[in-house]
């Protein structure tokens, strides 16, 4: 379908520019539940994203009293800004319902559930987000069999791709 002005409808999620990821997570986690979630950021933040420089690899999320915070995400300086620059790894507020701030004070109570980010983009209407999810720790053994069937799973397409 083509809307009013006669251009094309865009799918959700499609255009997502990933800025950083943290594909260790994956890794080391086993991902329970996910939650797209806004971050308030300065200027200075704002156009190093845009450079595509971040780093989400040791960040976690902290809830503290009613406002949940993004911790240890880090945002180089932009160096054109030279004064007016922001702190390179200082809490982000994330912004979020009520009921889902609940639900993350629920879910790390219980069952030694952490909150991590695992990816940080602009979405398709230029807005800055952050995919957090709620992860328990995998042992050696998950980890060993995790790599076990990505490994199959190649192999197994590669079969496919040769056999036809």
């Not at 809830?63 to 160096?79: H, K, Q, R, S, T």
């Not at 629920?106 to 209407?125: D, H």
């Amino acid at each position: 379908m083509s809307s009013k002005h006669g251009g094309r409808k865009k799918k959700a999620g499609v255009n997502d520019t990933v800025i950083a990821e943290n594909r260790r997570a994956r890794y080391d986690y086993a991902v329970e539940d996910t939650i797209e979630a806004g971050i308030q950021l300065v200027g200075t933040e704002v156009k190093a994203l845009r450079m595509g420089k971040a780093n989400i690899a040791e960040s976690y999320v902290s809830v503290e009293g009613n406002e949940a915070y993004l911790v240890n995400a880090n945002i180089p300086i932009y160096a054109p800004a030279s004064q007016f620059n922001h702190l390179p790894t200082r809490p982000r507020k994330l912004l979020l319902k009520r009921k889902q701030i609940n639900n993350l004070i629920g879910e790390t109570q219980r069952k030694g559930r952490t909150i991590v980010a695992l990816k940080l983009y602009f979405n398709e209407r230029g807005q800055a987000k952050v995919l957090i999810a709620s992860v328990t720790g995998k042992q050696n053994y998950d980890k060993r069999d995790t790599q076990k069937k990505r490994d199959w799973q190649k192999q197994k397409a590669r079969l496919m791709r040769e056999k036809g």
